[in-house]
């Protein structure tokens, strides 16, 4: 409803200035009110060991939430398990995807995979049809996007490592005039390259060979590296070169909002402050989708505010808020 207003306003100052005789504007007609949906995974074996009453087949970490809604969006949670039709039909509302980090593996049928699987699928053929879609993909969400692109065959293609640091980035030498980083203030760059703010909690990477040897070099940029534990260089920021889709190895949503003492999550401010960028960033990009429900009725029947996080820090969970569905994609 509001987008359609802020369009028709839009559209009429362009008409009235074109009327009284200005130069037809141009500006990019933009969506103050992005809704973006950040995808559902599989339930873990410690979470339902925490909650075995309950029939909870997935879950979001509220962390994503909260990250996305801190840069001025409101979230839609994607459930696993369903058919093509559920994407395609709910990407036409929203306005882009996060495709969070976990730790579920590719292999489970109708899982976080196959519905990442649909949604970079649809995102392209949107994209290609000339529409705006993007999509960011976090840690293992970063993985899926690469592995998607190199056709999902066995064995996958990301390597193992191990890091589990507080990083600096090392930046290419043209990252600057990457999407991601062309506009980014320069004391955030200052932060993410000499302070060790980026948060990593992962057992694979992708390094430069995996782009390498399914020729995705040309399609995929690498913006900024890091070392893991034991000093692999691996791939810390990417985006395709066609179309608005973002990786990071890292995870910038933990720095505010996960707090499990025992991991050493970076909380400094200037750690905030700079890994709020790639939200803000993400968001900003989103602003660019025309989406929308049919109405605001429409909207609230999908929001994220149907569910209620739970406090599962306080049951030894690394994540300190957590959203769960069940059964299976029973929400809309
Ligand atoms: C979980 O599913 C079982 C079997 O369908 C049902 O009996 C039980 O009531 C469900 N538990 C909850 C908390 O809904
Ligand atoms: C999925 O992959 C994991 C790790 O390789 C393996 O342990 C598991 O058995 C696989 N599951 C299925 C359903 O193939
Ligand atoms: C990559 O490109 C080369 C040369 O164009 C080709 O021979 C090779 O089969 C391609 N590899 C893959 C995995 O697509
Ligand atoms: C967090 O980052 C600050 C710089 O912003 C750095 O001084 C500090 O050592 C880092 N702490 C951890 C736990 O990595």
């Given at each position: 409803?509001?987008?359609?207003l802020?369009?028709?306003?839009v ?14 504007v141009?500006?990019?007609?933009t ?12 339930q ?19 962390s994503?939430v ?16 369903k ?34 699987q ?18 960011f ?9 690469v ?14 490592c ?27 760059i ?7 703010v980026?948060?990593?909690a992962?057992q ?10 399914f ?7 690498v ?17 395709h070169?066609?179309y ?17 003492l ?9 750690a ?20 929308a ?12 505010y ?6 599962t ?7 300190h ?12």
């Open positions: 409803m509001a987008i359609s802020e369009l028709v306003l559209l009429s100052i362009a008409c009235f200035l074109h009327c009284g005789g200005a130069a037809v141009q500006d990019v007609v969506n103050d009110r992005p809704i973006i949906g950040v995808l559902a995974q599989e873990s074996y410690y979470l339902h060991g925490k909650y075995p009453e309950e029939n909870y087949t997935s879950y979001i970490a509220a994503y909260k990250d996305v809604e801190s840069a001025g969006a409101r979230v839609v949670p994607i459930m696993i398990g058919d093509r039709g559920y994407y395609k039909d709910l990407l036409k509302k929203i306005n882009g995807v996060v495709l969070p980090g976990g730790a579920t593996y590719f292999n489970q049928s109708n899982g976080y995979a196959d519905a990442g649909h949604i970079y699928e649809l995102a392209m053929e949107m994209n290609d049809a000339g529409d705006y879609f993007p999509v993909g976090t840690c293992l969400g970063f993985e899926l996007l592995i998607l692109a190199s056709g999902r065959g066995e064995p996958e293609n990301r390597i193992r191990y890091s589990y640091s507080n990083l600096p980035l090392h930046f290419t030498d043209d990252f600057r005039k990457s999407k991601m980083f062309s506009d980014t203030p320069e004391d955030v200052d932060i993410l390259k000499n302070e060790e980026t948060i990593n992962h694979f990477c992708i390094v430069d060979e995996n782009l390498r040897a020729n995705l070099t040309n399609d995929w940029r913006t900024s590296y890091s070392d893991d534990d034991y000093g692999v260089e691996f791939i810390a920021t990417v985006e070169t066609r608005p889709f973002y990786g990071v190895q890292f995870h910038p949503e933990k720095n505010a909002f996960e707090w499990k025992s991991k050493g999550y970076n909380h400094s401010r200037n905030i402050k700079a890994n709020k960028y790639f939200m803000d960033f993400f968001v900003n990009e989103c602003r660019r989708s025309l989406h429900f049919k109405s605001a009725a429409e909207e609230n029947e999908y929001a994220i149907n569910f209620e996080a739970k406090f820090g306080v049951l030894g969970s690394q994540h808020e957590i959203y769960f569905f069940e059964p299976r994609g029973v929400s809309n």
